[in-house]
């Protein structure tokens, strides 16, 4: 892709000027929101690189759904374009992406975050943890259902298989919409004794609180 493309589709990226730099919801850029104030989340920070909108959105669809894979490297570069302010201080040990359930992994063929992840890993030269670090339960996609029943949806989500006591992790997400995944993934590992965890997801989604 040529650099005037990559410019437009920058131009979809999120403000952290204008964010929680806890959650990642709305805020000041500096603060923790109100939100995180009165109940912090389990992960330390929460960057994403572009807001959920065309044609973001529909680039990541035809990655996921459609099986164009080839998109991952697009999609990577849009990350790495812009990356979060603290990546370089945050001491992270190592990169872990949201694993699917093992009924939809051979149901889509890969998974969307993994890919992301292993690109991103060979380009700031971090540790990819192996796959079988954390098992996910089927359940279903968070995508199908309406915001009161996420939270719900994801408890008991996931299994820590591996090591990750006292690592540092930067957690690799595709779309961040309630964040309910990524702290419910976050409650497990700093449970299993993971110390400081950092979020990275590729686009963030709004909701109706509905």
């Known amino acids: 892709m040529c650099r005037d493309c990559l410019d437009d589709l920058c131009r979809s990226a999120v403000a952290g000027s204008q ?3 806890r959650c990642g919801g709305i805020g000041d850029g500096i603060s923790p929101c109100g939100g995180c104030q009165r109940k912090p989340p389990p992960f330390e920070k929460l960057w994403s690189s572009l807001h959920y909108e065309p ?3 529909g680039l990541l ?3 996921k759904h459609l099986r164009q894979i080839a998109l991952k490297r697009l999609l990577a570069e849009l ?3 812009l990356p979060p302010p603290w990546l370089h201080d945050a001491d992270i040990d190592g990169i872990l992406a ?12 890969f998974n969307q975050c993994g890919e992301l992840a292993r690109l991103l890993s060979a380009r700031y030269g971090l540790p990819l943890l192996p796959e079988d670090t954390v ?3 089927p359940a279903p996609p968070q995508s199908t259902l ?3 029943r996420r939270k719900k949806n ?4 996931f299994r820590v298989a591996g090591d990750v006591k006292k690592r540092n992790l930067l957690l690799i997400d595709d779309v961040a919409t309630t964040n309910a995944t990524l702290a419910e993934l976050s409650r497990m590992l700093k449970w299993a004794g993971a110390g400081n965890l950092y979020c990275w997801t590729l686009a963030q989604a709004k909701m109706q609180k509905s």
Do not use: D, I
């Open 19 to 21: 964010s929680c730099p």
């Open 55 to 57: 044609p973001v959105s």
């Open 61 to 63: 669809h035809e990655f």
């Open 79 to 81: 990350m790495a374009a």
């Open 98 to 109: 949201v694993p699917l359930s093992r009924e939809r992994l051979v149901e889509r063929g």
């Open 135 to 137: 098992f996910r339960r």
């Open 146 to 148: 309406p915001y009161a």
């Open 154 to 157: 994801v408890v008991g989500l």
